[in-house]
Protein backbone atom coordinates (compact mmCIF):
# COMPACT_ATOMS: atom_id res chain seq x y z
CA UNK A 1 0.00 0.00 0.00
CA UNK A 2 1.27 3.58 0.02
CA UNK A 3 1.93 5.89 2.67
CA UNK A 4 1.70 9.42 2.24
CA UNK A 5 3.19 11.93 4.76
CA UNK A 6 2.73 15.89 4.87
CA UNK A 7 4.92 18.24 6.68
CA UNK A 8 5.87 21.74 6.69
CA UNK A 9 3.06 23.04 8.13
CA UNK A 10 2.99 26.00 10.82
CA UNK A 11 1.90 29.17 12.06
CA UNK A 12 2.85 32.33 9.43
CA UNK A 13 1.35 35.86 9.39
CA UNK A 14 -0.79 36.97 6.62
CA UNK A 15 1.21 37.90 3.65
CA UNK A 16 3.85 35.60 4.32
CA UNK A 17 4.92 31.73 2.98
CA UNK A 18 5.13 28.34 3.41
CA UNK A 19 6.10 25.20 1.19
CA UNK A 20 4.51 21.76 2.43
CA UNK A 21 5.60 19.08 1.16
CA UNK A 22 4.31 15.00 0.87
CA UNK A 23 6.50 12.33 0.64
CA UNK A 24 5.15 9.04 -0.52
CA UNK A 25 6.52 5.42 0.66
CA UNK A 26 4.96 2.16 0.14
CA UNK A 27 4.33 0.37 -3.19
CA UNK A 28 4.08 4.00 -5.15
CA UNK A 29 4.29 2.40 -8.31
CA UNK A 30 4.45 5.31 -11.10
CA UNK A 31 2.18 7.65 -13.17
CA UNK A 32 0.13 8.65 -11.05
CA UNK A 33 -0.98 12.29 -9.94
CA UNK A 34 -0.51 14.05 -6.76
CA UNK A 35 -3.24 16.93 -5.36
CA UNK A 36 -3.54 19.08 -2.28
CA UNK A 37 -6.92 19.42 -0.35
CA UNK A 38 -7.69 21.65 2.69
CA UNK A 39 -10.68 21.35 5.05
CA UNK A 40 -11.17 24.64 8.00
CA UNK A 41 -13.23 23.42 11.15
CA UNK A 42 -16.85 23.35 9.88
CA UNK A 43 -16.10 23.62 6.34
CA UNK A 44 -16.22 21.09 3.45
CA UNK A 45 -13.13 19.71 2.20
CA UNK A 46 -11.92 22.18 -0.36
CA UNK A 47 -10.01 21.08 -4.01
CA UNK A 48 -6.35 22.84 -3.63
CA UNK A 49 -3.89 21.78 -6.03
CA UNK A 50 -3.28 19.00 -8.54
CA UNK A 51 -0.79 18.08 -10.84
CA UNK A 52 0.21 15.35 -13.27
CA UNK A 53 2.84 12.37 -13.03
CA UNK A 54 4.98 14.04 -15.72
CA UNK A 55 3.87 17.60 -14.80
CA UNK A 56 2.56 18.66 -17.81
CA UNK A 57 -0.80 19.52 -16.75
CA UNK A 58 -1.24 21.45 -13.40
CA UNK A 59 -4.71 22.67 -12.13
CA UNK A 60 -5.73 24.56 -9.27
CA UNK A 61 -8.87 25.47 -6.90
CA UNK A 62 -10.21 29.18 -7.55
CA UNK A 63 -8.95 30.35 -4.15
CA UNK A 64 -4.93 29.07 -5.18
CA UNK A 65 -4.93 30.58 -7.98
CA UNK A 66 -1.96 32.96 -8.38
CA UNK A 67 -0.95 32.61 -5.12
CA UNK A 68 -0.07 28.80 -4.93
CA UNK A 69 1.83 26.58 -7.05
CA UNK A 70 2.33 22.73 -7.27
CA UNK A 71 5.31 20.89 -8.18
CA UNK A 72 6.97 16.91 -7.78
CA UNK A 73 9.74 15.32 -7.67
CA UNK A 74 9.10 12.07 -8.86
CA UNK A 75 12.61 10.77 -8.16
CA UNK A 76 11.93 12.04 -4.32
CA UNK A 77 8.36 10.40 -4.24
CA UNK A 78 8.05 14.02 -3.50
CA UNK A 79 5.16 16.48 -4.06
CA UNK A 80 4.98 20.25 -2.93
CA UNK A 81 2.95 23.05 -3.10
CA UNK A 82 4.39 26.38 -2.25
CA UNK A 83 2.05 29.18 -0.77
CA UNK A 84 2.62 32.52 -0.84
CA UNK A 85 0.81 35.85 -0.03
CA UNK A 86 -1.28 33.81 2.56
CA UNK A 87 -4.45 34.73 4.09
CA UNK A 88 -6.25 33.68 7.03
CA UNK A 89 -8.66 32.05 5.06
CA UNK A 90 -6.36 30.08 4.26
CA UNK A 91 -5.99 28.66 8.07
CA UNK A 92 -7.06 24.85 7.59
CA UNK A 93 -5.50 21.00 7.74
CA UNK A 94 -4.01 20.60 4.30
CA UNK A 95 -3.97 16.85 3.13
CA UNK A 96 -2.13 15.59 0.03
CA UNK A 97 -3.65 12.56 -1.72
CA UNK A 98 -2.90 10.72 -4.97
CA UNK A 99 -4.88 10.52 -7.79
CA UNK A 100 -4.85 7.12 -9.56
CA UNK A 101 -6.47 8.43 -12.86
CA UNK A 102 -3.67 10.64 -13.46
CA UNK A 103 -5.95 13.65 -14.65
CA UNK A 104 -5.51 16.22 -12.00
CA UNK A 105 -9.04 16.82 -11.68
CA UNK A 106 -10.85 18.15 -8.51
CA UNK A 107 -12.92 14.78 -8.32
CA UNK A 108 -12.75 13.41 -4.66
CA UNK A 109 -12.86 9.94 -5.83
CA UNK A 110 -10.06 10.06 -8.28
CA UNK A 111 -7.64 10.60 -5.18
CA UNK A 112 -7.14 6.63 -3.38
CA UNK A 113 -4.72 7.61 -0.89
CA UNK A 114 -4.34 9.81 1.44
CA UNK A 115 -2.07 11.69 4.36
CA UNK A 116 -2.24 12.67 7.53
CA UNK A 117 -2.68 16.02 7.10
CA UNK A 118 -0.26 19.00 8.13
CA UNK A 119 -2.19 22.16 10.08
CA UNK A 120 -1.63 25.36 8.35
CA UNK A 121 -2.42 28.56 10.61
CA UNK A 122 -2.10 32.54 9.02
CA UNK A 123 -2.69 34.98 11.96
CA UNK A 124 -4.09 38.00 11.20
Known amino acids: QVQLVESGGGLVQAGGSLRLSCKAS????????MGWFRQAPGKEREFVAA????????SYGDSAKGRFTISRDNAKNTVYLQMNSLKPEDTAVYYC?????????????????WGQGTQVTVSS
Open 26 to 33: GRTGTLYG
Open 97 to 113: ARDYTNQALPTQSHYDY
Open 51 to 58: MTWSGSRS
